[in-house]
């Protein structure tokens, strides 16, 4: 019997059995399974089995924990089970199945955009420079602009509208590619039919309103003889061009369904791109260009209203929440129709004025908890990416984690929001929503914007600090400085534990926290390595484990480490050693055994495994050897964050082999291959 044989079987029972399980695949650690009944697994009896470490459930897939030796398991399982296995995205899209209809529009949505996210901060801040440039009045008595005083700013304000026209006007292409890259079909007739949306045979679509019907007919006017259509770009709409992408995704899936394979190069692009094409312009196009104008008028009518006020104030107050749960995806697709439509949005100022009040809650933790140096860790680069627009490190590792500086952050967005909004501060484009987000603000709204950014600055920083006083303990705010303080420590690690997940099983090990200098850092690893050394797999900043987004990780259920915030693009090896596990499909970890039985895990970014191996390049195969500095892994710090991921990377010791007495050393900037990261005997 193989060494799993037994544990699979009994998995197989505790989780509902065959008729249970719709897919089932893993990661480089976890079984991730899509039940049909998440109540009839016995989650009880699953922790109890000698090879697995916790359970957990997380967007709609049901994980069991195994550890390193995840694919013999899973081999096993699938065998004994009779259950083919399917790839990650199948099994994400089955798990699906288990989210309400409103979790999948917005998980779809937040899909098609993330990869456009880039483009439409980068096209915002374009935006913004060119409108100090050009459009803000700085000479001569408030009556000329840089532009208007200089050649050189001149030509500058017209060249940067390239990027501008290519990022807002041909939006439709990238929309378009995105849902093809999305749904598996040819990405590049996607292209093609967002290109026939912007072409510019075509009426341009900022240019329909003040063009009249009269020119229509006679010069932006298909004439078949028994039918007319007008030639009017999509420069700029969201919906028309979502909804013409999914024609063209399922035009291409239906053909290539009924396709004989000998003529599918041929028939399958002809028959789905030109009806696609026809499609668009006859039909999705107008019913999608009403559509976006009437939820455009919706929004802007509540932003405008006499209501706007309670439009203001819920949506600030309620806008970090909803960041929790990913729904907030859904106002990227409003914020460009309002772009498009309007010539700006009201909305976007209020996402980075909510941004902002999230980061200024941190620095107020920050400033509480300046003397606790593992907090410190955490606190100074949340609030920094806070404030720079990116929200998920303060909410997740800094202000849900405590409650009470969510909350204020969320009363000082609300406050924010009502003066942003009474106030009609517009946005030319979707920006970065932090603090430099007012270089996408229209330059007659600055006076407000700045307004509302000390609002959603001085408030929720003022709260936090009040209430912070009261209801953070002295180890809380002064670090594991006593006894106490660790025991106060363990037991809120304790609670933080999801039920379902048993206490840590991980090698008994010293953590060091780095305060020394680095010459001293350097003399220390070069003492240690009289023993043994492992060095840091990657250029950037080592963090303890525990502020690790991630609860497997974080709670030492793989076992003890430290986590990277990266700096660089690749992982190497730590030491000398043999590469024992390795993801050949989503290529985002590996796991390497050194010649005296210590196991490591490196796994980059956290839940990376659902890219699919996007913007991840291997350089190691299983059962390679390397030596210390070896190329492992190559990654797109890019990639991984336009794809909505946490970088931080994990890397731990699962198994220790014959190393004695392991010290753990974080809280410093680490370069790949010259930091000790774990020493031992």
């Given at each position: 019997?193989?060494?799993?044989t ?5 998995l197989?029972?505790?989780?509902g059995?065959?008729a249970?399980?719709q897919a089932v695949?893993?990661?480089m ?14 989650t009880?009896a699953?922790?109890?089995?000698p ?12 994980q ?8 013999e398991f899973?081999?096993?399982f ?5 259950i ?7 099994a994400?899209e ?7 209809w409103?979790?999948k ?6 899909e ?12 915002g ?19 000329k602009s840089?532009?208007?005083i200089?050649q050189?700013w001149?030509?500058t304000?017209?060249?940067?509208w390239?990027i ?8 439709p292409?990238?929309?378009v590619?995105?849902?093809t890259k999305?749904?598996?079909?040819t990405?590049i ?8 949306l912007?072409?510019s045979q ?6 329909v309103?003040?063009t ?8 932006y006017?298909?004439?078949f003889?028994f039918?007319?259509?007008?030639m009017?770009?999509y ?8 909804m013409?992408g999914f ?5 291409e899936k239906?053909?290539?369904k009924?396709?004989p ?6 028939v399958v692009?002809?028959c789905?791109?030109?009806?696609a ?8 196009g ?6 976006g104008?009437w939820?455009?008028?919706g929004v802007?009518?509540?932003?405008t ?8 104030a ?16 859904m ?8 772009v498009?439509t309007r ?7 209020m996402i ?9 809650s941190v620095?107020a933790?920050?400033?509480?908890q300046?003397?606790?140096e593992?907090?410190?860790q955490?606190?100074?680069p ?6 720079l627009?990116?929200?998920?490190p303060?909410?997740?590792g800094?202000n ?8 204020c ?5 609300c ?6 909004v ?25 006076g407000?914007?700045l307004?509302?950014m000390?609002v ?7 709260l936090?600090l009040?209430?912070g006083k ?9 670090g594991?400085?006593?006894e106490q ?10 609670a ?8 840590p ?6 953590v ?14 070069v ?14 900043k ?10 497997v ?9 430290v986590?990277i915030?990266?700096?660089?693009d690749?992982?190497y ?20 055994v ?7 895990l490196i796994h980059i ?27 492992l892994?190559?990654?797109?710090l ?20 014959d ?6 050393h ?5 370069k790949?291959?010259?930091?000790a990261v774990?020493t031992?005997e």
């Amino acid at each position: 019997m193989a060494k799993y044989t037994e544990d699979a079987k009994k998995l197989l029972g505790l989780v509902g059995g065959k008729a249970n399980i719709q897919a089932v695949s893993h990661c480089m650690t976890r079984m991730r399974f899509v039940l049909a009944d998440e109540k009839k697994a016995d989650t009880e009896a699953i922790g109890k089995l000698p090879s697995v470490k916790g359970t957990f459930t997380q967007a709609g897939q049901y994980q069991v924990i195994i550890g390193n030796d995840v694919a013999e398991f899973y081999n096993e399982f699938t065998a004994c089970s009779g259950i083919e296995g399917v790839s990650k995205e199948q099994a994400k899209e089955a798990a699906k199945s288990n989210q309400s209809w409103l979790q999948k529009l917005m998980s779809n949505l937040g899909e098609i955009f993330a990869p456009l996210i880039p483009a439409l901060i980068c096209g915002g801040l374009i935006l913004g420079i060119r409108n100090i440039i050009g459009d803000i009045n700085f000479f001569d008595n408030g009556t000329k602009s840089l532009a208007d005083i200089s050649q050189f700013w001149a030509g500058t304000y017209q060249f940067l509208w390239l990027i501008g026209e290519a990022v807002f006007h041909l939006l439709p292409v990238g929309i378009v590619w995105s849902i093809t890259k999305k749904m598996g079909t040819t990405q590049i007739l996607g292209i093609i039919l967002g290109l026939t949306l912007v072409s510019s045979q075509l009426l341009n679509g900022f240019s329909v309103a003040d063009t009249s019907a009269s020119v229509i007919a006679e010069q932006y006017t298909w004439d078949f003889g028994f039918a007319q259509v007008r030639m009017i770009g999509y420069q700029g709409q969201v919906i028309a061009a979502m909804m013409a992408g999914f024609v063209l995704v399922y035009l291409e899936k239906f053909f290539r369904k009924i396709t004989p394979a000998v003529v599918s190069m041929i028939v399958v692009p002809v028959c789905s791109l030109l009806p696609a094409v026809i499609i668009a312009h006859t039909i999705v196009g107008p019913i999608g260009w009403t559509l976006g104008n009437w939820i455009a008028d919706g929004v802007s009518a509540g932003l405008t209203s006499n209501v706007r006020f309670l439009f203001a104030a819920a949506f600030g107050l309620l806008y970090a929440p909803v960041v929790l749960t990913g729904l907030h995806h859904m106002t990227n697709a409003i914020d460009s129709q309002l772009v498009t439509t309007r010539g700006g949005t009201i909305l976007w100022p209020m996402i980075a004025l909510s941004n902002i009040a999230q980061g200024s809650s941190v620095l107020a933790m920050a400033v509480l908890q300046k003397k606790n140096e593992r907090a410190k860790q955490v606190n100074v680069p949340s609030l920094i990416s806070c404030y720079l627009g990116v929200t998920e490190p303060a909410l997740f590792g800094v202000n849900l984690k405590y409650g009470f500086p969510l909350i204020c952050g969320m009363i000082g967005s609300c406050a924010a929001a009502m003066i942003s909004v009474g106030c009609g501060v517009e946005a030319a484009s979707i920006g970065v929503g932090g603090l430099p987000g007012i270089l996408s603000i229209k330059s007659q709204f600055w006076g407000y914007f700045l307004l509302s950014m000390a609002v959603a600055v001085v408030v929720p920083f003022v709260l936090t600090l009040i209430v912070g006083k009261k209801k953070l303990s002295d180890p809380e705010k002064f670090g594991e400085n006593s006894e106490q303080a660790a025991a106060d420590a363990d037991v809120d690690g304790a609670a933080a534990q999801p039920v379902q997940i048993p206490a840590p099983t991980a090698p008994e090990v010293e953590v060091i926290r780095a305060e020394e200098t680095e010459a001293q850092q350097q003399e220390q690893s070069v003492e240690k390595s009289v023993g043994g050394t492992v060095y840091s797999p990657a250029d950037g900043k080592i963090i303890p484990l525990s502020e690790i987004p991630d609860q497997v990780f974080s709670q030492s259920i793989m076992g003890d480490g430290v986590g990277i915030e990266p700096s660089g693009d690749t992982v190497y090896a730590p030491a000398d050693g043999t590469v024992a596990a390795v993801m050949e499909d989503s290529k985002h970890a590996c796991g390497i055994v050194l010649d005296n039985g210590m196991e490591l895990l490196i796994h980059i970014g956290i839940d990376t495994v659902d890219m699919n191996g996007d913007g991840f390049t291997l350089y190691i195969s299983q059962g390679d050897r390397v030596k210390k500095g070896d190329r492992l892994i190559g990654f797109s710090l890019e990639k991984i964050k336009a794809a909505g991921h946490p970088m931080t990377t994990a890397f731990l010791i699962s198994g220790e082999g014959d190393a004695k007495n392991i010290q753990i050393h974080s809280g410093m900037d680490a370069k790949a291959g010259e930091t000790a990261v774990f020493t031992f005997e």
